[in-house]
Nanobody
Framework: QVHLVESGGDLVQPGGSLRLSCVAS????????IGWFHQAPGKERDGITC????????WYATSVKGRFTIARDNAKNTAYLIMNKVKPEDTGVYYC?????????????????WGQGTQVTVSP
């Protein structure tokens, strides 16, 4: 059975940093491109970044470019989202997912496996 488990969400002040983790079991994560998605309160879930299987290619939404970094450690079957200079609008639930592909222009959903999400709250 496939599981993706996110962790690392917390209450953080504006301008602060967080590192989210996504640990996979039941599959070899290195066979999949990975995406991180953000669902703000009352809004739809949006893709914000992705990374290819080989780590050669990443894509970032304009809202997070220059502040967030996606990474993966295939040996640990884990993906990361490093969040710097967070803003109140970054508040929400963050999900990782396996996706069909990631290019410099964006990602293709495919038929992803999803984690359960981790809550990030940015507030003074």
């Amino acid at each position: 059975q496939v599981h993706l488990v996110e962790s690392g969400g917390d209450l953080v002040q504006p301008g602060g940093s967080l590192r989210l983790s996504c640990v996979a079991s039941g599959l070899a994560l290195d066979a999949y491109a990975i995406g991180w998605f953000h669902q703000a309160p009352g809004k739809e879930r949006d893709g914000i970044t992705c990374i290819s299987t080989s780590e050669e290619t990443t894509w970032y939404a304009t809202s997070v470019k220059g502040r967030f970094t996606i990474a993966r450690d295939n040996a640990k079957n884990t993906a990361y989202l490093i969040m710097n200079k967070v803003k109140p609008e970054d508040t929400g639930v963050y999900y990782c997912a396996t996706i069909a592909s990631c290019s410099q222009f964006g990602y293709l959903h495919g038929n992803p496996y999803w984690g359960q999400g981790t809550q990030v709250t940015v507030s003074p």
